[in-house]
């Protein structure tokens, strides 16, 4: 079995502050003693120059620990006139590591379709950062039995548009939508069987894909249910929405992922 290190990252939405971010990083230095899992903040753009100050300044302090920023989308674009976008150079230049792509709320408010979610997830590789990709099925869909039809259709158009070893570079996070901002969650079992159906589809054309890509889980994680769902053999930490708000919830889950 691969060695893949946990992931848990705080996707804040239209939240947050700087305040939340300097209150983060001082339970950061006290708790986070180790690198055996990988901490992502990505709150709005416009506060990613106050997280990547922060990290710079806690270097020292945070004593190995790998936290990390990310952002909460990109344009497909690299540059022109597109008023109130922000390119995959401009994130990399403020010093993101991550982008998250297609997420349910970008896919459903926004329009953003499967075509154009694959074109900006090759925008992110082609500008050096990793894109944490989200897929997942409505309530409806989960219902009428098309979970695994759903989300290999997201999944076959990334490939088509990129190539299977393109997920060499890539998280993908599981988030029903069923269960994004809503209190419910899938339960330890359901997220397993998603998360399994993920890896053997990515297997199918590339089983060392298949076995290294870490895969997330996204919907209404919290401290008291994370324990059993990061303990599943194919769930590799969390894409957490509300709980990244909380900065003692969020390191409780931080420290849960360590111990997974």
């Known amino acids: 079995m691969a060695l893949r290190r946990p992931m848990v990252a705080g996707n804040w939405k239209m939240n947050g502050n700087s305040a939340l971010a300097e209150e983060l990083f001082k339970k950061f230095a006290s708790k986070l003693q180790n690198d055996s899992a990988e901490v992502v903040l990505c709150p709005p753009s416009i506060y990613l120059e106050s ?30 006139a597109y008023t109130g976008e922000i390119s995959g150079q401009m994130l990399k230049d403020s010093g993101c590591r991550y982008v998250i792509i297609g997420h349910s709320e970008r896919r459903r408010m926004y329009g953003e379709t499967s075509n154009i979610v694959a074109e900006k997830f090759a925008a992110a590789q082609k500008n050096g950062l990793t894109p944490i990709l989200c897929v997942g099925e409505s309530g409806p869909a989960r219902e009428a039995r098309r979970t695994f039809e759903v989300i290999a259709e997201e999944l076959d158009i990334v490939i088509e548009k990129n190539g299977t070893m393109a ?19 899938a339960t330890p079992e359901q997220a397993q069987e998603v998360h399994a159906f993920i890896r053997s589809r990515l297997s199918e054309v590339s089983p060392f894909i298949g076995e290294n890509i870490r895969i997330l889980y996204g919907g209404s994680v919290t401290p008291n249910n994370a324990a059993d769902i990061f303990a599943q053999p194919d769930v590799d930490g969390g894409l957490i929405g509300g709980a990244s708000l909380n900065s003692t919830e969020f390191l409780s889950l931080c420290t849960i992922a360590m111990s997974a």
């Open 51 to 80: 997280v990547r100050q922060l990290l710079e300044a806690n270097k020292q302090t945070l004593d190995g620990a790998l936290v990390r920023m990310g952002a909460q989308n990109l344009s497909q674009h690299d540059f022109g």
């Open 167 to 185: 997920f060499d570079n890539a998280i993908i996070a599981y988030e029903p939508l069923w269960a994004v901002g809503t209190g419910k969650s």
